[in-house]
């Protein structure tokens, strides 16, 4: 085991496929300075045919990399900011996700666009979106949303091995976290959740960097008496449904904590499928824990309490199990 961080984890997924499979190549905004740190050394271990710079023209190389793509190569796109995936919408709705689809599935698309997502950090309202829940409605895209270092790097292996478009939303709030890895390769499957804790009061549904809040929210439960389970979807498209449902059949109550704005988020289609599918189970309303409807300030003070925490999560659960108590006769 070593313990390595969020951003090394990445960059040794990165290293391991290039490494693995020559037809794997890195394309974006100073990749070949490693400027973010997940590239260590790239041009020199794969050279610059491989490591390529883009320019400052989202639209341009997002969709260079599904045309290489479509051609045999297996690009990996770094776009830094989430927001600046807006620049090239164009390209990940009407090219990205519905070639194979038009071409009548001549052409596959094995393509994964990294995107970091900037908030609780002072971006202020250019560069502070997380906007995974508006991708979550085009067909023909695969998102993950990894929480730690350990699903960091194997959901991306998976990803990069994939025969379809992948968008992969990185938290920058959890860059610097740090976890033992095993030393071997390892890759996580799509579409399988992640319990991370067991309990039967409660379940705790939480995304990306909202998972270790929801962890010191469920810790500091049980010193009340409080038994939550709490499941890390790790990827919203495919969903883990099963796992979620199983979970709220057996303790009746879910919460749900999402750091996208409210309205048709992740959380409110998380929320939407336990409504339609599990609603027998429920003991109380669900309940969503998100960031509110409003463009992200760059005061810190202002911002610091938009987005899911400890707190809120923690007042959230005693919310539903509340319900419950006030309902009884």
């Not at 390529?52 to 599904?66: C, D, H, K, M, T």
């Not at 498209?237 to 057996?250: F, G, R």
Request: hydrophobic content about 45%.
């Amino acid at each position: 085991m070593t313990r390595i961080s969020y951003l090394a984890a990445i960059g040794e997924a990165q290293r391991e496929a290039m490494a693995a499979d020559p037809r794997v190549i890195l394309i974006g905004e100073d990749v070949q300075s490693n400027l973010y740190g997940t590239a260590p050394n790239f041009v020199e271990m794969f050279g610059v045919e491989r490591v390529r710079n883009a320019p400052i023209s989202e639209e341009g190389f997002v969709g260079a990399a599904a045309g290489a793509a479509m051609t045999g190569l297996r690009p990996i796109v770094d776009l830094t900011y989430a927001s600046f995936m807006y620049m090239a919408m164009d390209q990940f709705v009407n090219q990205v996700a519905k070639n194979r689809y038009m071409f009548g599935g001549q052409a596959s698309l094995p393509v994964v666009y990294r995107a970091s997502m900037f908030y609780r950090s002072s971006t202020a309202a250019h560069h502070s979106d997380r906007p995974y829940p508006m991708f979550m409605n085009v067909p023909g895209l695969k998102i993950m949303v990894p929480s730690g270092a350990y699903e960091a790097k194997g959901l991306l292996r998976t990803a990069i091995d994939l025969d379809d478009p992948v968008l992969s939303f990185e938290d920058a709030t959890l860059w610097t976290k740090k976890q033992d890895l095993p030393d071997e390769e390892f890759r996580i499957p799509f579409g399988v959740a992640n319990l991370v804790t067991e309990g039967t009061d409660v379940t705790v549904v939480a995304i990306a960097g909202a998972v270790e809040e929801a962890r010191k929210a469920v810790a500091a439960l049980a010193g009340e008496g409080v038994s939550a389970e709490l499941i890390d979807p790790r990827t919203l498209v495919p969903l883990d449904v099963e796992t979620i449902l199983k979970s709220v059949a057996k303790t009746g109550r879910l919460v749900v904590a999402d750091p996208a704005h409210r309205t048709c988020g992740a959380a409110a289609e998380i929320s939407a499928l336990v409504n339609e599918y599990g609603f027998d189970s429920l003991k109380a309303p669900i309940l969503r824990v998100n960031t509110p409807d409003i463009q992200i300030p760059f005061s810190p003070s202002l911002e610091r309490p938009l987005y899911p925490s400890a707190r809120r999560i923690q007042e959230a659960v005693k919310r539903a199990i509340g319900a419950v108590a006030s309902a009884s006769p």
